[in-house]
């Protein structure tokens, strides 16, 4: 690496997150509005940090019941049989419908995790302003954001599991609490990634480190 790079901040500028015009950052102070358009301008996201650790914190908490509780019951010749995410997946497999198994495993907890700490490890790395691999912690970041999107295959993954539930003819299906908190795991997520601010990665370049 030769140099640390400069950023807008450092050469006076803000850029508008609406129209994405670069600002002085000397509209900041005048009256805080993009010159532009007329949007409410921020060097970075406001509270960035603390948000994105409330959420990630509140992510973790609900993964508990998440994985505890039923997230369906499956109302079967006067019996009911209760499924969490990993009796499911081990019913799948005995079924032998293994694909769809991994399917489940990979985007109900492969992928719930690995964005949490993924998460956790940014926050760390900015909190203790690390200077170590910038670039690559920006692109781990942005993976994160892309990921998000698929962890919309749960929908998928229960419209299938219905449909298989019908055509074996069983008398009825319905979500259990451990679907809801699985929502909330996958929501909070979701704006725990958004209300991050990778630029903190790269304002932490700017202050001097003994290590390197
Ligand atoms: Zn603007």
Redesign the pocket.
Request: with cysteine; net charge positive; charged share 40%.
């Given at each position: 690496m030769s140099g640390t790079p400069s950023t807008a901040t450092a050469l006076g500028l803000i850029l508008?997150h609406?129209?994405?015009?670069l600002n002085d950052a000397r509209n900041l102070k005048a009256h805080g509005l993009?010159c532009?358009?007329?949007?409410r301008l921020h060097a970075r996201k406001p509270e960035s940090l603390a948000r994105t650790w409330a959420l990630t914190l509140t992510a973790c908490l609900l993964y508990v019941p998440a994985n505890v509780l039923p997230v369906m019951t499956v109302l079967m010749t006067g019996r009911s049989e209760a499924d969490t995410i990993l009796s499911g997946v081990k019913a799948l497999l005995i079924g032998g419908m293994w694909p769809l198994a991994l399917l489940v495993f990979f985007a109900s907890i492969t992928v719930p995790v690995l964005k949490l700490l993924v998460l956790i490890f940014l926050l760390l790395s900015v909190q203790m302003k690390s200077h170590w691999r910038p670039r690559e912690r920006t692109a781990l970041y942005r993976l994160t954001e892309t990921i998000g999107r698929w962890s919309m295959i749960d929908i998928f993954v229960i419209a299938i599991l219905v449909a298989l539930v019908q055509v074996g003819a069983l008398a009825s299906i319905t979500a259990g609490p451990g679907a809801v908190a699985f929502g909330g795991v996958v929501v909070s997520t979701m704006l725990a990634a958004i209300s991050f601010d990778p630029r903190l990665i790269w304002d932490a370049m700017e202050t001097p480190h003994e290590v390197d």
């Open positions: 508008c609406d129209c994405k015009r993009c532009r358009c007329g949007s």
